[in-house]
């Protein structure tokens, strides 16, 4: 079992990107799927979340729509929409799955956001 983040790069403030999340060997759809970010010098923090039952969880600090979450069934991937980001959003963003307890973490997509 495994999830693999990709589509991070480099975006100018105010931009959007969408980064990926491929899940392999469980069904994403089963269980709960995480964002995660770790800007440098900081904590690894939660971002937002897509549960079973299709319910978004905004983490603190994560409340507005900036950040929103989105999954694809057929592809079995996970989706993580950011808008108007700024440069305190650089960080190497991560994909979580827990499943049944275990989590999965992927190895991260990092997302630099500057002119």
């Known amino acids: 079992m495994e999830v693999v983040e990709s589509g991070g790069g480099l975006v100018q403030p105010g931009g959007s990107l969408t980064l990926s999340c491929a899940a392999s060997?469980?069904?994403?759809?089963?269980?709960?799927i995480q964002w995660w970010r770790q800007v440098p010098g900081n904590e690894r923090e939660p971002v937002v979340g897509?549960?079973?039952?299709?319910?978004?969880?905004h983490y603190k600090g994560f409340t507005g729509r900036r950040f929103t979450v989105s999954r694809d069934n057929a592809k079995n991937m996970v989706y993580l929409q950011m808008n108007n980001l700024t440069p305190e959003d650089t960080a190497v963003y991560y994909c979580?799955?827990?499943?049944?307890?275990?989590?999965?973490w992927g190895k991260g997509t990092l997302v630099t956001v500057s002119s």
């Open positions: 979580r799955a827990n499943i049944r307890g275990r989590l999965i």
């Open positions: 060997g469980f069904t994403a759809s089963d269980n709960l």
């Open positions: 897509l549960d079973s039952m299709n319910s978004i969880l």
